[in-house]
Each structure stands twice: as C-alpha cells, then as structure tokens.
C-alpha cells in the first residue's frame, strides 16, 4: 500500500535552516508530482509547495518563495523541502502528500513537527 | 488567489442525523477542481471528495458533494460516530496555489 514517512522535524532556532524528508513505498514515485502540506497547532492545513513527477517544475506559498526549496530524488523515492531563515510562523506539522488530478492529495503521510523556537 | 471560506465554522449533530458543511470560493473554481478532506484529531487528513462530486476511493456512499462555481457542499446523509471531525474544502486546478478552507468541526451533540 502506498505509504509516505516524513522525516527531520524538531527544533530549530529562529533565523535557522530546516530539512526535511519524506521516503514513499507502495508506488511508482517517479510517476507522481509531491506536495508539502503544513498546519500550525490548532489550526486549519496551508500548502506550502509542489514538485512535478521529474522535478521539472516547482512551486511555492508566497510565504515561504525565495527561502525555500522543494526537491526530489526519484532514485531513492524521496523528495525533500529545505527552508530557510525560519520564522515562529513556520512552526507546524509539516505533511508531505501525493499529488493526483492537478492538484489534491490522495494519500498522506503521518507529519513531522517542526517548532522554530530559541 | 482564490479564497475558500467555509461555514458553519462548527456543527452540532447526532449520530443518524444529516450533516451539510459549505465552502464558497471568492473566485469561480474552474472545472469544479474541489476536493473535500476529512482530518481527526492527531491524524493525517484523509481525501473523501474530489470534481466536487467524485467520491475517492473507499470513502462509503454516505458522503456526497455537490457545487459548481463558487458554491460547493459537501453532505453526509446519516452521521455516524467515526464521521466527527474536521472538514476541509480545497481548490486545485491548472496552477498552484492551492489553497484550502479554514475548516469546518462536525461535533457531537
């Protein structure tokens, strides 16, 4: 079954760098666009970018556009969000999900938290 | 950026009851690109709804949406306890961003 496992998540210093991963099985990655998908504590879901099936096109909230990179790995089934210059804002669980039909998630994976926090 | 704006912002229901969750977007979604997810409390959300209509895979019948334009539903004809949860409506289409609604919580009453 198709599965996706974030990973990376913890603390991170205002002003700092975050790096996060997430590793699917179950499916043919290299067919699928990858989204990452965030949600402060107790609030509503955010997307946050998107990377094409071969990584040939990327996008990004404006929130977070110019400091922050989605990429992939199709040979380790993996993409990959790196962001910079992290912000109390940026603090949330941080989804990675398959990206279906232009644009909606059929599947999900489990979060990793990210708390920017001195 | 197309503005999805749910209501109620909470619904008090019991079980065997209808429940009826609205998302009306700021801009007409093209294609009914509109999908509905489901998220309980510490879990990933879960797709139910996408074309505004089309049920994915797995989701029971009880779960239907509706819509096109700017006014989409989604309905669940007789609530039962796992459906009490938060809601979300979300729009997609051509070109990010992808934008979702603020959520609407199914509690029981």
């Given at each position: 079954q198709v599965q996706l496992v974030e990973s990376g998540g913890g603390v991170v210093q205002p002003g700092g760098s975050l790096s996060l991963s997430c590793t699917a099985s179950g499916f043919t990655f290299s067919h699928y666009g990858m989204h990452w998908v965030r949600q402060a504590p107790g609030k509503g879901l955010e997307w946050v970018a998107f990377i094409r099936y071969d990584g040939s096109d990327k996008y990004y909230t404006d929130s977070v556009k110019g400091r922050s990179t989605i990429s992939r790995d199709n040979s380790k089934s993996t993409a990959y969000l790196q962001m910079n210059?992290?912000?109390?804002?940026?603090?949330?669980?941080?989804?990675?999900?398959r990206g279906v039909r232009a644009g909606n998630f059929d599947s999900w994976g489990q979060?990793?938290?990210v708390t920017v926090s001195s | 950026e197309i503005v999805l704006t749910?209501?109620?912002g909470t619904?008090?229901?019991?079980p065997g009851e209808r429940a009826t969750l609205s998302c009306r977007a700021s801009q007409s979604?093209?294609?009914?690109?509109l999908a509905w997810y489901q998220q309980k409390p510490g879990q990933a959300p879960r797709l139910?709804?996408?074309g505004a209509s089309s049920r994915a895979t797995g989701i029971p019948d009880r779960f239907s949406g509706s819509g096109s334009g700017t006014d989409f539903?989604?309905?669940?004809?007789?609530l039962e306890p796992e459906d009490f949860a938060v809601y979300y409506c979300q729009q997609y289409g051509r070109s990010p961003p992808f934008t979702f609604g603020g959520g609407t919580k199914v509690e029981s009453k």
């Amino acid at each position: 079954q198709v599965q996706l496992v974030e990973s990376g998540g913890g603390v991170v210093q205002p002003g700092g760098s975050l790096s996060l991963s997430c590793t699917a099985s179950g499916f043919t990655f290299s067919h699928y666009g990858m989204h990452w998908v965030r949600q402060a504590p107790g609030k509503g879901l955010e997307w946050v970018a998107f990377i094409r099936y071969d990584g040939s096109d990327k996008y990004y909230t404006d929130s977070v556009k110019g400091r922050s990179t989605i990429s992939r790995d199709n040979s380790k089934s993996t993409a990959y969000l790196q962001m910079n210059s992290v912000r109390a804002e940026d603090t949330a669980v941080y989804y990675c999900a398959r990206g279906v039909r232009a644009g909606n998630f059929d599947s999900w994976g489990q979060g990793t938290l990210v708390t920017v926090s001195s | 950026e197309i503005v999805l704006t749910q209501s109620p912002g909470t619904l008090s229901l019991s079980p065997g009851e209808r429940a009826t969750l609205s998302c009306r977007a700021s801009q007409s979604v093209g294609s009914s690109y509109l999908a509905w997810y489901q998220q309980k409390p510490g879990q990933a959300p879960r797709l139910l709804i996408y074309g505004a209509s089309s049920r994915a895979t797995g989701i029971p019948d009880r779960f239907s949406g509706s819509g096109s334009g700017t006014d989409f539903t989604l309905t669940i004809s007789r609530l039962e306890p796992e459906d009490f949860a938060v809601y979300y409506c979300q729009q997609y289409g051509r070109s990010p961003p992808f934008t979702f609604g603020g959520g609407t919580k199914v509690e029981s009453k």
